[in-house]
């Protein structure tokens, strides 16, 4: 025979799976209820040497190749500081990020690829 405490169990275990299932459909949605885009973070490492001489040769890592953006551009505006110094707000547009960039004597992008289980080079 089942008892009141066995079917008082078994239904309280079915509201709980059910909680969890309503929880897991609400993680996977955001504030607008749109499905959330989920980026796998590659690991990017960014080799930079930013003068002639091989003693500048150096690199940064980052878990993302987003973050890898957002670091040259901080980069670039640690530059500018260094340059002005008295200036309170610096500006620049793109042009200017990019002939930064293209001032360095050599420059490379490494990307983790998951499914190569690797590195690639960007260019």
Request: net charge positive.
């Amino acid at each position: 025979p089942i008892s009141t405490v066995s079917v008082l169990y078994w239904r309280e275990k079915k509201r709980e799976e059910k909680r969890g299932e309503r929880r897991k459909k609400r993680e996977n949605l955001n504030f607008r209820g749109k499905k959330k885009i989920v980026i796998i973070m590659s690991h990017t490492i960014l080799m930079y040497q930013p003068t002639s001489k091989l003693s500048s040769r150096t690199f940064s890592d980052f878990e993302s190749l987003e973050l890898c953006m957002q670091g040259m551009c901080r980069m670039f505006e640690m530059r500018l500081k260094n340059d002005r110094p008295s200036t309170a707000d610096i500006t620049y547009d793109v042009a200017d990020l990019f002939n930064f960039l293209d001032s360095f004597e050599d420059f490379s992008l490494l990307r983790y690829n998951q499914d190569k289980k690797g590195y690639e080079v960007l260019n």
